[in-house]
Nanobody, 114 residues
């Protein structure tokens, strides 16, 4: 299984981006999917997670601004990021977790200028 993250870029504060994470197999519907990020000099942190039954959880710093969703037919998970702030600057990673596995995609860089 491969997870391919895309959609990162350089934006100004207040703008939006949508990240995508495409899976090579049909795991999106059967896995817990999540987005994590790692800023320079900091540990990787959870941004948003989506369970198989549709429950979501967000980091307090992004709640109300970010939305995680999935399209099972496209085997893709999205992270809609609105009202971006400079402190959202990081490499964003997608993750698929299930019984006996945890797969990570390569990161996509998000840079927010003030």
């Amino acid at each position: 299984v491969q997870l391919q993250a895309s959609g990162g870029g350089l934006v100004q504060a207040g703008e939006s981006l949508r990240l995508s994470c495409a899976a090579s197999g049909s795991i999106v519907s059967s896995s817990g999917m999540g987005w994590y990020r790692q800023a320079p000099g900091k540990q990787r942190e959870m941004v948003a997670v989506l369970t198989t039954v549709g429950s979501t959880n967000y980091a307090s710093s992004v709640k109300g601004r970010f939305t995680i969703s999935r399209d099972n037919a496209k085997n893709t998970v999205y992270l809609q990021m609105n009202s971006l702030k400079p402190e959202d600057t990081a490499v964003y990673y997608c993750n698929a977790i299930g019984r006996g596995y945890s797969w990570w995609g390569q990161g996509t860089q998000v840079t927010v200028s003030s």
